[in-house]
């Protein structure tokens, strides 16, 4: 889809906007109240010479629909952490740009302000505005209660009794638990969404383990609505009910596909594409020549293509898909389970195999027929297409190589 057609599709609402080279590198990452409106001012009217430069190396746009402008921020955040993309840059001129200040206190307080000398506090920004910056604090704060009073007052303020502030006043709260809470603040301000959620599935593992449920319950319900916080709208949904119809543990943020293309005589190939937050991340996608299976037996090849493609990351120490999707039936999906169990990675795993386009679990000897009309299989067609469109134009490279095209 071409430029001008993809101004087109944007929605009106808030989210955030990926925009991408040809050879699919991110160069921007933005936040919107209006997608539309935002980027279609890209390409119109003066602007810049650093923007104009962005612009004419633009050859895709992606984007992630919110319910919000705030949680457009705070996804906007975590995107240029892990992205790093070359042209978000810092504010750098004398205008006086709204932080929101952590105090450094025992029971710190959390504001929006304008310092104008070193105050001692931690700082997060500068914002260029600050309108979606209280909703998105009220966003958080939801999740991790929190004290925003000026200075600490001398009986519970509305706050407490509305449960968005621990009451430090009080004396309910002890330092740890509060600090807690502020550490998990900051890692959403930070943009550290992957790591807060590690540490949230942890506590929730390791209190489950100890029989301590009601608490384990507290913080799954934490757990989800932190997630819920950089899931784009539609794909939010989406997401969401791709994890209650196959059952999955959590939210598969991060969703890895395989897919083996033979052609005749020509070597055998596997492809591996990455999704994240229901949005292709081609940087990450990874091809295969099929070395030590037999050319003709397509479980094989998918064992060796999860063998390399597993160990490696568990040897690099990188981070592990949430769900794993092969094209194929349960032979396939058996092999890749059997794979992932020996390096001991507990990954979820599907086929969905072509013919009625079923939904095989490793072990089962039934498949889960989703309706054809429902979003999820949708989800789940588009990865498993797109693995198989890259293992496709692999072969086709290969063929032209042979050939001597």
């Known amino acids: ?157 509305l706050f407490y009794h509305l449960n968005l502030c621990p009451g430090p006043c009080t004396g309910e709260v002890s330092a740890a638990d509060y600090k807690e809470n502020v550490d998990n603040i900051c890692k959403i301000l930070r943009g550290e969404r992957k790591e807060l959620i590690k540490k949230l599935e942890r506590q929730m593992q390791q209190l489950a383990k100890e029989k301590k449920f009601e608490a384990a319950a507290k913080i799954r319900d934490k757990l989800v609505a932190v997630e819920n916080l950089y899931t784009g709208k539609p794909r939010k949904h989406q997401l969401l009910s791709l994890k209650e119809i196959l059952k999955l543990s959590h939210i598969p943020l991060y969703i890895e596909a395989i897919d083996i293309s033979s052609l005749g005589r020509f070597d055998s190939v596997g492809s591996l594409v990455v999704f994240k937050d229901g949005i292709a991340d081609k940087s990450l996608y990874r091809r295969f020549l099929i070395r030590q299976a037999n050319k003709k037996d397509d479980y094989a090849m998918v064992e060796e293509v999860t063998q390399r493609r597993y160990s490696r990351l568990q040897r690099e120490d990188k981070q592990m898909p949430d769900l794993v999707i092969i094209d194929g039936g349960l032979g396939q999906i058996n092999k890749a389970s059997k794979v992932l169990k020996e ?16 939904i095989w679990f490793p072990g089962k000897s039934k498949p889960l027929r989703i309706s054809k009309n429902n979003p999820c299989l949708h989800l789940i067609q588009r990865i498993r297409d797109e693995a198989h469109k890259f293992a496709h134009s692999y072969q086709l490279i290969r063929r032209r190589k042979k050939m001597g095209l």
Do not use: H, W
Not at 346 to 353: D, T
């Open 343 to 358: 390096l001991g990675l507990p990954i979820a795993v599907i086929g969905i195999a072509k013919r009625d386009e079923e």
């Open 1 to 157: 889809m071409g430029i001008k057609k993809k101004l087109k599709s944007l929605p009106i609402g808030p989210g955030v906007y990926i925009m991408k080279s040809a050879k699919g590198e991110i160069l921007y990452v933005g936040k919107a109240a209006s997608l539309k409106s935002r980027v279609s001012s890209y390409f119109t009217g003066s602007k810049s010479a650093k923007t104009q430069i962005l612009v004419d190396k633009i050859a895709d746009i992606d984007f992630v629909e919110c319910e919000s402008p705030q949680q457009a921020l705070i996804l906007e955040a975590a995107l240029i952490k892990e992205k790093k993309p070359k042209y978000n840059i810092s504010l750098r001129d004398n205008k006086s740009y709204p932080y929101i200040e952590i105090t450094k206190e025992k029971f710190p307080r959390i504001f929006i302000s304008r310092p104008k000398r070193k105050t001692g506090s931690i700082l997060f920004g500068p914002y260029p505005v600050a309108k979606p910056l209280k909703p998105a604090l009220e966003t958080i704060r939801r999740i991790f209660p929190y004290c925003s009073c000026k200075r600490y007052p001398k009986k519970p303020c």
